[in-house]
């Protein structure tokens, strides 16, 4: 499919988009913004479009895995440092904690250790699999050391 053709199909399939995206959000700015990270994903990878496809489907199928992505990668909260360095820490260690880095850090380092390099890969942004290639641990395993991680860093500051 030529991308000319492509983009017009696009263009008139933009329009069932807001209900969708209004939906996720709840805001109409932020709807408004899916949307268009939408339109401007699928015309990136217009060559991925098989034309047997539903092309309303595959733009929903677009816009659910932005929104979960945007999601995922907002529920982690940045704490800025006085160095001006910036960790991403879980969502229960927020800057009310009453806890520096240096806190933060030790609590970590009491972890065992199969515990430590998963949790502070995933804290600097690294998705499963690539933790999981890294260290040679099977997916569950990484997935699992990692939310064990966590829940014992959340019983201690409870």
Same mark, same amino acid.
Request: net charge negative; aromatic share 8%; hydrophobic share 35%.
């Given at each position: 499919m030529q991308k000319d053709v492509f983009s017009s199909l696009i263009a008139k399939q933009s329009r069932y988009l807001k209900p969708h995206a209004m939906k996720y959000t709840g805001d109409e700015d932020d709807a408004k913004d899916l949307i268009q990270?939408? =339109?401007l994903r699928a015309l990136l990878n217009y060559d991925k479009f098989r034309e047997d496809t539903n092309i309303r489907g595959w733009l929903f199928i677009i816009m659910r895995n932005l929104f979960v992505n945007n999601y995922r990668k907002n529920k982690m909260k940045m704490l800025s440092l006085d160095t001006e360095e910036a960790i991403q820490l879980p969502s229960y260690i927020t800057a009310d904690s009453h806890l520096n880095i240096t806190q933060i850090y030790a609590m &970590?380092?009491? =972890? /065992?250790? $199969?515990? $430590? !390099? /998963? =949790? =502070? +890969?995933? +804290?600097?942004?690294? !998705?499963? *699999? *690539? &933790?999981n290639l890294q260290l040679y641990s099977p997916i569950g395993t990484v997935k699992n050391r990692i939310h064990l991680a966590r829940k014992r860093l959340k019983n201690r500051l409870v």
């Open positions: 990270d939408t =339109l &970590i380092s009491e =972890l /065992p250790c $199969q515990h $430590q !390099k /998963p =949790l =502070l +890969m995933h +804290m600097e942004g690294f !998705k499963y *699999e *690539e &933790i």
